[in-house]
């Protein structure tokens, strides 16, 4: 791109992150508040995370808790998640101008406190349903992940890499927390929740590659603003890789039956795929898009898939 138009493009993007109206959105649209509401709290990812906590609860088998436990479970953290996905939306809205600028606040959709004031509802409903489990360590947590989510989005997420593996550690929590009770878990359980766990925070790496123009020019430190694109792609491609090869460690150890295999075959293409090049070689925040893009796809699939193991 030449210098003259970035240079154009930069103060475009500066002039809308200072703009009062909607934060820069280009075109605002009539509030539709309702509809606000669901985009702010992501209904993909909430789902995403009730469905890897009834798949963490299949493959650690809680020796003390009861189906409507399990339920609890699983409503509790897809509220937590919600609840987290509205807050950022309340907080971010100036990078959002330019990362996200399709985002329901920064069009117009829904009123910022009003955001604030469902992501404090849900958060509420959320440590309400895991208290509610007879076992306190599921409240006693969700408190700290409400407290973990607060944090990343108003300090961590200026702390290269440790932010991203706070995110890594809240977005797996469904996955890993029946370790909070006794269970009888399957061979594939530690190493599915190690292997989750890499493989988030590799995501997590890479998608500050794809914010990575609307956190520079809000001040916002990050991996990709710290060490740039190229090698900020590179750990996180290591980071996701590390996270194939761990969860290919039951299979090679013998512990694993045919359905496994085919599970992990699978996960293990459509994770290269994700970095296959598309079409011409385009910037590092393109190819960082579509690796996002085709990552979560993975993560939705393989939750989807591990049911059936």
Not at 35 to 63: E, F, I, N
């Amino acid at each position: 791109m030449p210098a003259a138009l970035r240079a154009v493009q930069t103060t475009e993007e500066s002039r809308r992150l200072r703009s009062p109206c909607g934060f820069g959105s280009p075109a605002p649209v009539r509030p539709e508040p309702f509809l606000g509401a669901v985009q702010s709290v992501r209904p993909g990812d909430t789902a995403v995370a009730v469905l890897g906590t009834l798949v963490g609860a299949h493959l650690a088998q809680p020796v003390e808790l009861a189906l409507p436990s399990i339920g609890l479970a699983a409503a509790a953290n897809g509220l937590l998640c919600a609840g987290s996905m509205a807050f950022n939306d309340w907080r971010d809205v100036r990078e959002d101008a330019i990362n996200k600028p399709k985002r329901p606040v920064v069009v117009g959709l829904i009123a910022r406190e009003t955001v604030l004031r469902i992501a404090a509802a849900l958060f509420l409903l959320g440590v309400a349903a895991a208290w509610a489990i007879p076992a306190p360590r599921f409240g006693i947590a969700a408190l700290l992940l409400v407290a973990a989510s607060i944090g990343y989005t108003m300090r961590l997420k200026t702390v290269p890499l440790l932010g991203n593996a706070a995110v890594a550690i809240v977005t797996t929590y469904p996955l890993w927390c029946w370790l909070l009770t006794p269970i009888s878990p399957s061979e594939l359980y530690v190493p599915l929740c190690l292997a989750a766990l890499s493989y988030r925070l590799g995501a997590e790496i890479i998608k500050t590659v794809e914010d990575r123009r609307g956190d520079q020019l809000s001040g916002v430190r990050t991996v990709a603003t710290c060490y740039g694109a190229r090698p900020t792609l590179l750990l996180g491609c290591a980071c996701m890789i590390g996270a194939v090869l761990v969860a290919w460690w039951p299979a090679a150890a013998g512990g694993a039956g045919t359905r496994y295999l085919a599970w992990i075959t699978v996960v293990t293409l459509l994770t290269l795929s994700a970095w296959a090049p598309r079409g011409r070689a385009g910037s590092a925040d393109e190819a960082a898009r579509g690796v996002v893009r085709r990552q979560r796809i993975t993560i939705t699939l393989a939750a989807l898939g591990l049911a059936l193991v």
